[in-house]
């Protein structure tokens, strides 16, 4: 059974920064990955981090702002988000990949979390 648990959303305004965390218990995937979905929008891929070797991939829309990183130690992983927009508003998940293939496909993804809201006042 895993389990993932996310933890860091809030209001922010445009220029602001925030950082998303979430933790894993149960087994160790291969990544993990950011996912956002906004009112009304399909749910869109934003990063992902393998847990060897920490590589990082990130949406077009958030290179240079998000960084994603991770704790083994601790099974969590963080998305830093910094000059936050307003169209970066939106419920943020974390999800588990088991396997290499298409980062931003969301079905090789077999755990999510719960899902935090991130909103940006303009």
């Known amino acids: 059974q895993v389990q993932l648990v996310e933890s860091g959303g809030g209001l922010v305004e445009t220029g602001g920064s925030l950082t998303l965390s979430c933790t894993m218990s149960?087994?160790?995937?291969?990544?993990m990955g950011w996912f956002r979905q906004a009112p009304g929008k399909d749910r869109e891929f934003v990063a992902t981090?393998?847990?060897?070797?920490?590589?990082?991939d990130y949406a077009d829309s958030v290179k240079g702002r998000f960084t994603a990183s991770r704790d083994n130690a601790k099974k969590t992983v963080y998305l830093q988000m910094n000059s936050l927009k307003p169209e970066d508003t939106a419920v943020y998940y974390c999800?588990?990949?088991?396997?290499?293939?298409?980062?931003?496909?969301?079905?090789?993804?077999?755990?999510w979390g719960q899902g935090t809201q991130v909103t940006v006042s303009s």
């Open positions: 149960g087994r160790t995937t291969y990544a």
């Open positions: 981090i393998t847990w060897i070797g920490g590589s990082t």
């Open positions: 999800a588990g990949r088991v396997r290499t293939g298409k980062v931003a496909d969301s079905s090789l993804y077999s755990y």
